[in-house]
Nanobody, 126 residues
């Protein structure tokens, strides 16, 4: 069973950048068909931010982050990344990485992911 550990969260000013990392242990990240980043702001539902289908290398983004965020992976380091640029106050949330085996179904569906990290806080001030 994979263990996912996120890092890289911080407090930044609007317009700034952060790179989140998610290191996998006990299993290779490419074992899973989908790797994703979700976020959850206080009082809001968990939202899919970006995902990568490892088989084809296809990437997917929420409209709110498309063009600003980039999901990537380093197979040698067994690590998933989320590069976040042009950050906005509305990006403030706890960010989670997740992994699932299933191919079918929307990448945005949090319930379809089996493995989750503990989360890392991102705070963007105006």
């Amino acid at each position: 069973q994979v263990r996912l550990v996120e890092s890289g969260g911080d407090s930044v000013q609007a317009g700034g950048s952060l790179r989140l990392s998610c290191v996998a242990s006990a299993s290779t990240i490419n074992t899973y068909n989908f790797l994703a980043w979700f976020r959850q702001a206080p009082g809001k539902e968990r939202q899919g931010v970006a995902a990568i289908y490892t088989g084809a290398g296809a990437t997917y983004y929420a409209d709110s982050v498309n063009g600003r965020f980039t999901i990537s992976r380093d197979n040698a380091k067994n690590t998933l990344f989320l590069q976040m640029n042009s950050l906005k106050p509305e990006d403030t949330a706890i960010y989670y990485c997740a992994a699932r085996d299933a191919i079918a179904g929307s990448w945005r569906e949090s319930a379809s992911y089996t493995y989750w990290g503990q989360g890392t806080q991102v705070t963007v001030s105006s």
